[in-house]
């Protein structure tokens, strides 16, 4: 099998470029720009492309060459960039999506999945909000309030009617809120989660003022990966479009301190009660019921303590 990734230099890319590769699928990953920061030992040692996703005809070309089976469509602007610069937001997580589909269909690629997010759900009201945190599904009603919201329920719509109008498959994964190794450096105030531990483990203080009580579903970065990994690789057409992709619990943030401080006894840190600890405004935080997920492709996301547990691991052997 051949899969060609978008964004794979980025966060979540590098991880499921590895997990392509011990998968033993052929792999070319492409990426706006040539950084390595995130994964030295690909440098010269994979199979790499420069190739936006705004740019169509240098897509076309690109992906023509390699005659992909698979699309994985990470490539996007974060949340803060696009609410910054909304046509950008517009341009890179819409028109992007759009010329990958269009590129899939014109070189007959089997299937493209796309990554989406829990933002597609948009504002997060009643039942599914705090205190109760009843797990959204994929059925219930999408409020989208941001660009980044609005760009990933596009997407999704527009992936989906090229399934239905010849293809190719698509497939739309929403995760929940993802922490782990390379957040911090790249995805700044998106970050704070991962900070918490990078900070701990480098024994930095961590102090948060509000939010202890705040409830989200909390995602490891190589279990995203994996995810997306077996989606792509699944060998029967999936049997949806839309898939959720978390633990289905909201673990308070005082929470997720509490484990990270038996990981790491030596932390210092200090988080004061209430909600919303990224000033969002907006209520985004939930849990996100998997159970689709893991009947049509095989995903169970492990316990946030061992998932942690990895992620301290892996920051003590870079150190």
Same mark, same amino acid.
């Given at each position: @099998?051949?899969?060609?990734?978008?964004?794979?230099? !980025?966060?979540? +890319?590098?991880?499921?470029?590895?997990?392509?590769?011990?998968?033993?699928?052929?792999?070319?990953?492409?990426?706006?720009?040539?950084?390595?920061?995130?994964?030295?030992?690909?440098?010269? *040692?994979?199979?790499?492309?420069?190739?936006?996703?705004?740019? #169509?005809?240098?897509?076309?070309?690109?992906?023509?060459?390699?005659?992909?089976?698979?699309?994985?469509?990470?490539?996007?602007?974060?949340?803060?960039?696009?609410?910054?610069?909304?046509?950008? +937001?517009?341009?890179?997580?819409?028109?992007?999506?759009?010329?990958?589909?269009?590129?899939?269909?014109?070189?007959?690629?089997?299937?493209?999945?796309?990554?989406?997010?829990?933002?597609?759900?948009?504002?997060?009201? +009643?039942?599914?909000?705090?205190? #109760?945190?009843?797990?959204?599904?994929?059925?219930?009603?999408?409020?989208?309030?941001?660009?980044?919201?609005?760009?990933?329920?596009?997407?999704?719509?527009?992936? @989906?009617?090229?399934?239905?109008? +010849?293809?190719?498959?698509? &497939?739309?994964?929403?995760?929940?809120?993802?922490?782990?190794?390379?957040?911090? !450096?790249?995805?700044?105030?998106?970050?704070?989660?991962?900070?918490?531990?990078?900070?701990?483990?480098?024994?930095?203080?961590?102090?948060? *003022?509000?939010?202890?009580?705040?409830?989200?579903?909390?995602?490891?970065?190589?279990?995203?990966?994996?995810?997306?990994?077996? &989606?792509?690789?699944?060998?029967?057409?999936?049997?949806?479009?839309?898939y959720n992709i978390g633990s289905g619990i909201a673990r308070t943030?005082?929470?997720?301190?509490?484990?990270?401080?038996?990981?790491?006894?030596?932390?210092?840190?200090?988080?004061?009660? !209430?909600?919303?600890? @990224?000033?969002?405004?907006?209520?985004?935080?939930?849990?996100?019921?998997?159970?689709?997920?893991?009947?049509?492709?095989?995903?169970?996301?492990?316990?946030?303590?061992?998932?942690?547990?990895?992620?301290? *691991?892996?920051?003590?052997?870079?150190?």
């Open positions: @099998m051949r899969v060609a990734v978008t964004g794979a230099l !980025g966060v979540n +890319g590098v991880f499921v470029v590895r997990g392509l590769l011990q998968a033993g699928v052929e792999v070319l990953a492409t990426n706006w720009v040539e950084d390595y920061s995130l994964a030295p030992d690909f440098e010269g *040692e994979i199979d790499f492309r420069l190739a936006d996703v705004t740019d #169509r005809e240098r897509l076309h070309t690109t992906l023509r060459g390699f005659r992909p089976d698979v699309v994985i469509h990470l490539a996007a602007i974060l949340p803060v960039e696009a609410q910054a610069d909304p046509y950008r +937001g517009y341009t890179v997580n819409i028109m992007g999506t759009a010329n990958v589909l269009a590129v899939a269909r014109d070189i007959d690629v089997n299937r493209v999945v796309f990554t989406s997010s829990k933002a597609a759900y948009g504002e997060v009201t +009643g039942i599914h909000a705090h205190p #109760r945190y009843q797990a959204l599904t994929e059925d219930d009603a999408v409020y989208p309030k941001n660009i980044y919201d609005h760009a990933k329920v596009a997407s999704e719509g527009l992936g @989906m009617n090229y399934q239905r109008t +010849g293809g190719p498959e698509f &497939a739309a994964l929403r995760f929940a809120t993802i922490f782990g190794p390379g957040k911090v !450096g790249k995805h700044g105030p998106m970050s704070q989660i991962s900070g918490i531990v990078e900070d701990a483990v480098a024994g930095r203080p961590v102090r948060i *003022e509000q939010g202890g009580d705040q409830g989200d579903d909390y995602l490891y970065v190589r279990d995203a990966a994996a995810a997306i990994v077996a &989606a792509a690789l699944h060998e029967k057409p999936l049997p949806h479009s839309i943030l005082f929470h997720y301190a509490d484990i990270v401080r038996t990981l790491v006894p030596t932390a210092d840190i200090k988080i004061g009660p !209430g909600l919303d600890p @990224m000033g969002f405004g907006v209520s985004y935080y939930s849990a996100l019921n998997s159970n689709r997920a893991k009947e049509d492709f095989g995903f169970e996301a492990p316990e946030l303590a061992s998932a942690l547990h990895d992620y301290v *691991e892996t920051l003590k052997e870079r150190t």
